[in-house]
Every structure is written in structure tokens, then in C-alpha cells.
């Protein structure tokens, strides 16, 4: 078991008993009572029972935190490496641009958490308050939590099965202090398992607004993102667009433009043809952009010239008016 500071306890699973092993499935689970891990614990025998299973007692709860979170978005890609945790960064710097808009990052990624490097807050602690956890502000307006944020050091491994990783999004939902926010967005891991369903769940009676579908050009990308967009038909999540990313390498010294992932069966651009989507844009590789997320540094105030700069403004720009939030 991960140890972490005590502003930020290792929660159980969602409405597992206080005396639970570790591996506790969840009182809402169907393998309650039934499953290895349950064997001798004194609780077997209730979960077992065929006693109908109540409601999940968090959902009040995250629906009240959520009363005062405008929009909720998700960032979604089945294949791991093409650049979510980076695109939700840059997104969240972008709407933090205006001083008037508040933005909030929730990093779900339990296993491989990115966010806190991305925002150079890894360093820092969670620390709670009566209002709950607090989530930490890069900036006045801009603020994030993570599992990073809870582990003795950068090298942990979170070796959790599905219900704890559920527990901590739970609390991350329920116990962290938002405040009110213009935007909440949900930094997820690959693949459409526990914590998406997880984060979906959790937010159905609050809504969430929609997903933005992150892939590379090349088809090895291409196929686990078809099948995170059948997830979102799936779940009932709306798809807001795709966004190619690495779509071409630009040279900072020449500004010219090649390939680097080929789109051999059409890319992003075909990819959206064939699912009735839109794409939003592409984004050009600029290794600067790795500079900055290693510093943790906003990409878009360092490089403003940069074509990959134009190319995620436009991105945000075209999500803002698909939620109707632009103000032209």
C-alpha cells in the first residue's frame, strides 16, 4: 500500500466496509463477497447476500461539488503516448489566458500521472482544509490535482486494482474544493476501462459536456482511438472532435514542415470522415513543446509564434464555439 501525507488518505474502495482487504471489489460490485480477495474477511457473508445494493452514497455528494462547475470535458485517447496529458495542459493554460475564466485539471491517469510535471507543481503537497482538499493553483486562476501530488516521491508506483482507483476519483470529485469554475478538464489514461467508466459514472447526473478524441496520424493510433469513440457512443458521452496531434515535424531554425508519422490510411482527416466527427485541427510537432512540459512552462506564452501554437488556439477556439461559449 502507497503511503501519502495525511491532508491525503489512500480512501477505500467506493462504500467498502473500514475493515476491508485491500482488495476489496466494492460493496457495488457483483464479485461483493464472491471474489479471492473476500475470503475471510468478516464482511463476506452480507456483501454475498442476494439484499439489493442502495444507491452509490457519493453521487449526492459530487453532485453538489459539481453544482458550481460550468463545463466538464473530458480528454480521451485509447492509445497511450499521443499526447493527452500535453494537449490538456496546453488547453488548460489557454483558458487561464483570460484572467476572468477559472480552470480546474483533474488527472485520472492513477498509474502514469503527467499533470504535475506538465504544470511544475510536482513538488508540491495536497493539503486539506474544512472545504475539503485543495486543489494546487499554478496560477490564480488555474488549478489541479493528482495523484502525484499524494505519493512520498516521483518514482511510487501505484499498484491499485480497479475499486481503489475508483475510490480516489470518487474524492477527487466529492472532497476536492473547485470552488466555481468555467472549466473542468478530466486528463485520463489510455484504453476505456475502470476510470473512465469510473469518471463517467460518477458525473452522469451532472453532466459532462463533452469529450475531445486525441490521436497521432499513423493507423497503430488510429485503431485504439475508434474504439475509444464507440466507448463515448457507448457510454453516452458527446464527442466535441478529434485532434490530430505530431501531425508533421516543424524545424524551429527553418520553419519548414515533414512527416513523421505517416498517415497511411488517411489519418485523423479520414478517421473523422468515416465516424462522422469533426476534426478540429492538427497540431505540428515542435520539440519545444517538450521543453516546456519538462519545465512546466506554458508552451503558448513561450512559443506564441510557433505554427503548433496557431494550431492549438484555433483548436480551443473551435471547442469554445461548439459549447457555445465563445463570445464573438
Not at 478538464?185 to 476501462?193: A, F, K, M
Request: net charge negative; hydrophobic share 40%; glycine share 10%.
Amino acid at each position: 500500500m502507497i503511503a501519502v501525507q495525511a491532508a491525503g488518505s489512500v480512501p477505500n474502495p467506493i462504500g467498502a466496509p473500514s475493515n476491508a482487504p485491500e482488495h476489496c471489489p466494492g460493496v457495488e460490485s457483483d464479485l461483493a463477497g464472491k471474489a479471492d480477495a473476500c475470503a475471510g474477511c468478516a464482511n463476506q457473508e452480507i456483501c454475498a447476500s442476494n439484499t439489493p445494493k442502495g444507491p452509490d452514497p457519493a453521487l449526492p455528494l459530487i453532485r453538489e461539488r459539481m453544482a458550481g462547475v460550468k463545463r466538464k470535458i473530458l480528454i480521451l485517447s485509447g492509445k497511450g503516448g499521443v499526447g493527452k496529458s500535453t494537449f490538456t495542459a496546453q488547453l488548460g493554460w489557454a483558458f487561464a489566458a483570460d484572467e476572468n475564466t477559472q480552470a480546474g485539471i483533474m488527472d485520472v491517469d492513477i498509474c502514469g500521472p503527467s499533470i504535475p510535471t506538465l504544470f511544475g507543481i510536482a513538488s508540491e503537497q495536497v493539503h486539506s482544509s474544512a472545504a475539503g482538499w485543495s486543489p494546487i493553483y499554478v496560477q490564480d486562476n488555474l488549478c489541479a490535482i493528482s495523484v502525484g501530488n499524494l505519493l512520498p516521491s516521483s518514482s511510487s508506483a501505484v499498484m491499485w486494482r480497479g475499486p481503489k482507483k475508483n475510490g480516489l476519483i470518487s474524492q477527487f470529485l466529492k472532497d476536492v474544493d473547485w470552488g466555481d469554475l468555467d472549466y473542468l478538464l478530466v486528463d485520463t489514461p489510455p484504453g476505456t476501462s475502470d476510470e473512465h467508466l469510473s469518471v463517467v459514472q460518477f458525473l452522469k447526473e451532472s453532466g459532462i459536456d463533452g469529450a475531445v478524441v486525441i490521436t497521432t496520424p499513423q493507423e497503430v493510433a488510429i485503431q485504439d482511438v475508434r474504439r475509444e469513440i464507440d466507448f463515448c457512443r457507448k457510454v453516452g458521452v458527446r464527442v466535441l472532435g478529434i485532434v490530430e496531434n505530431m501531425a508533421g515535424f516543424v524545424c524551429p531554425s527553418c520553419k519548414g514542415e515533414s512527416q513523421i508519422f505517416k498517415p497511411s490510411t488517411g489519418g485523423a482527416k479520414k478517421l473523422a470522415e468515416e465516424t462522422g466527427l469533426e476534426l478540429l485541427g492538427s497540431v505540428p510537432l515542435d520539440p519545444r513543446i517538450g521543453k516546456s512540459a519538462d519545465y512546466g512552462v506554458s508552451f503558448l506564452d513561450e512559443y506564441p509564434e510557433s505554427p503548433a501554437s496557431v494550431a492549438y488556439l484555433n483548436i480551443i477556439s473551435r471547442i469554445k464555439q461548439i459549447l457555445g461559449d465563445d463570445e464573438a
